[in-house]
């Protein structure tokens, strides 16, 4: 049952447009989401994460927007750069037991054309 | 760079052997998190410490596995008896708060 599910495994986007990469999930005791990017043969890198008591926060070219009815989470890069190539897997954490868990999605991969 | 560090990165051993995976994290992360990610999934959870104490187990950790960390500075992580299926990167995560995670470069093993 996967709890956090991005339908997208792959996006391709010209440099300097927009990157729009989505995410749904199901559990609505999710309370924290997060990003990551991911390089070849490198861990995720944290990018940017939004409380479920927000529905939008802004860091630079990264914005996430939540919208909790619908249970979906957006990232969007603008301008998209080449160097934003990469995988990018959005997270959703609760408090379980004795410490907060990530759920991770399958990840979108990225692709920025020069 | 995260300053979390993982040792080794790559690893090959054959069925049935046992393998130690270490994790370093920076001082400040009193929260570490061991993950196992398999190809075209993300990360999936294994166990988590809060200092010295592992507070936290998936499902997902069988009795093969087994984690610690003593005086809470840096985690290990051993298989034993390895199975083809336990082929996978593992990641570890450090965190000083209860939100974001900083992951290390994981180790890719590889169980022949």
């Known amino acids: 049952d996967q709890q956090v599910k991005q339908n997208s495994p792959s996006l391709s986007v010209q440099e300097g447009r927009i990157s729009i990469l989505n995410c749904d999930y199901t559990?609505?005791?999710?309370?924290?989401f997060l990003w990551y990017k991911k390089y070849p043969a490198e861990g995720p890198t944290f990018l940017i994460s939004?409380?479920?008591?927000?529905d939008k926060n802004e860091d630079g070219r990264f914005t996430v927007f939540l919208n909790k009815s619908a249970k979906h989470l957006s990232l969007h890069i603008v301008p998209s750069q080449p160097g934003d190539s990469a995988v990018y897997f959005c997270?959703?954490?609760?408090?379980?037991?004795?410490?907060?868990?990530?759920?991770f999605g399958s990840g979108t991969q990225l692709t920025v054309l020069p | 760079d995260t300053g979390v560090s993982q040792d080794p990165r790559h690893k090959i051993t054959k069925r049935g052997q046992n393998v130690t995976f270490r994790c370093d994290p920076i001082?400040?992360?009193?929260?570490l998190y061991w993950y196992r990610q398999t190809l075209g999934q993300g990360p999936e959870f294994l166990t988590y410490?809060?200092?010295?104490?592992?507070?936290?187990k998936s499902r997902l950790l069988s009795d093969r596995f087994s984690a610690e960390r003593p005086k809470g500075s840096f985690s290990t992580l051993e298989i034993q008896r390895t199975e083809q299926g336990d082929s996978a990167m593992y990641l570890c995560?450090?965190?000083?708060?209860?939100?974001?995670?900083?992951f290390g470069p994981g180790t890719r093993l590889t169980v022949t």
């Open positions: 997270a959703a954490s609760l408090y379980s037991g004795s410490a907060r868990q990530l759920t």
């Open positions: 559990n609505s005791m999710f309370d924290y």
């Open positions: 939004i409380s479920s008591i927000k």
């Open positions: 001082s400040e992360h009193n929260r």
């Open positions: 410490f809060q200092n010295e104490a592992q507070l936290e």
């Open positions: 995560a450090g965190g000083g708060g209860p939100y974001e995670q900083y």
